[in-house]
């Protein structure tokens, strides 16, 4: 069973940033490609970003693209979200994610997930 926790939401002023972390148990953790999704209230839950098994490769959601950077560290079995220039339209709920084999932006092609980490940023 694969458990992942998220950490590091919080309030910050628009223009500020947090760090998000994911932690994953389980020793299959750098096998498998990992995303953050978010969901903010009202709306669907939407793609933010992905990174593949080893940290190559990335892609991002327009939305956020410049400003968040998705890492990992496979020793650590986290996956981390550095966030910067944050808007009042980041406000989210923030959830890590599972992927395959191969990092896609589909939700559906995510296994197991976290119970989320709340973002708010003020105007």
């Known amino acids: 069973q694969v458990q992942l926790v998220e950490s590091g939401g919080g309030l910050v002023q628009a223009g500020g940033s947090l760090r998000l972390s994911c932690a994953a148990s389980g020793r299959t953790f750098s096998n498998y490609a990992m995303g953050w999704f978010r969901q903010a209230p009202g709306k669907e839950r939407e793609f933010v970003a992905n990174?593949?098994?080893?940290?190559?490769?990335?892609y991002y959601a327009d939305s956020v693209k410049g400003r968040f950077t998705i890492s990992r560290d496979n020793a650590k079995n986290t996956v981390y979200l550095q966030m910067n220039s944050l808007k009042p339209e980041d406000t989210a709920v923030y959830y890590c994610a599972r992927g395959s084999i191969i990092a896609t932006p589909r939700i559906r092609d995510y296994d197991y997930w976290g119970q989320g980490t709340q973002v708010t940023v003020s105007s």
């Open positions: 990174i593949n098994w080893s940290g190559t490769s990335t």
